[in-house]
């Protein structure tokens, strides 16, 4: 079974930096997508970002494009979520997931979509705010 525990998370000012981390154990990353998803108080969760597994190919939604990077260490068993120029729109509990990459139709890798995946982390609080 994969287990994914998320770090990282913290208060930080308006335009500050904050690098999550997405440790998995149990299985190998190598054939799974990793998904950044966020959820603020009050709202759906939305997603942020994902990683393809042997392709690394990164999808973003427009909210943070330029802004957040994606990117992973399979060796590590980690995928990391680096955050800059952070908005206080940005404060949401962050959650990573994931899901093998012959789980997932080609036609939908590139969305980043809560049903999709099917591991999930517990989240971790990330506050933007003076």
């Known amino acids: 079974q994969l287990q994914l525990v998320e770090s990282g998370g913290g208060l930080v000012q308006p335009g500050g930096s904050l690098r999550l981390s997405c440790a998995a154990s149990g299985r190998t990353l190598d054939y799974y997508y990793i998904g950044w998803f966020r959820q603020a108080l009050g709202r759906e969760r939305e997603g942020v970002t994902s990683?393809?597994?042997?392709?690394?190919?990164?999808y973003y939604a427009d909210s943070v494009k330029g802004r957040f990077t994606i990117s992973r260490d399979n060796a590590k068993s980690t995928v990391y979520l680096q955050m800059n120029s952070l908005k206080p729109e940005d404060t949401a509990i962050y959650y990573c997931?994931?899901?093998?990459?012959?789980?997932?139709?080609?036609?939908?890798?590139?969305?980043?979509?809560?049903?999709?995946?099917?591991?999930w982390g517990q989240g971790t609080q990330v506050s933007v705010s003076s």
């Open positions: 997931a994931a899901v093998s990459e012959f789980e997932l139709r080609p036609d939908v890798r590139g969305q980043i979509r809560p049903d999709l995946y099917a591991y």
């Open positions: 990683i393809g597994g042997r392709d690394a190919n990164t």
